[in-house]
């Protein structure tokens, strides 16, 4: 079962349409558009999820990570808690 696509109207640079038409054949085109809009929005949706989620780590509140994640893994692998957390 395929996916619904739709025709969409949007103007592009000149140079971006002629360098698309040298470089991808005329079937592969659309897929090609399409794949580069995904990886944009993606991009975006990313930069805004960490935008919005800065400062959400609070210190005061996982002081045991004062000294960096790998020492307190360290320190959980050594008392042998890691293995009673599983």
């Not at 949007?10 to 470089?23: G, Q, S, V």
């Not at 935008?51 to 509140?61: C, I, L, N, P, R």
Request: no cysteine; glycine share 6%.
């Amino acid at each position: 079962m395929g996916t619904t696509t739709k025709q969409a109207n949007f103007l592009l640079p000149e140079e971006l349409i002629d360098e698309l038409k040298r470089t991808v054949s005329k079937r592969e085109q659309s897929k090609v558009v399409a794949e580069a809009l995904r990886k944009e929005l993606k991009r975006m949706r990313l930069r805004k999820s960490l935008e919005t989620s800065f400062g959400a780590w609070k210190e005061e509140e996982h002081t045991e990570l004062k000294r960096g994640a790998g020492t307190y893994v360290r320190k959980l692998r050594k008392s042998g808690r890691m293995s009673r957390l599983r």
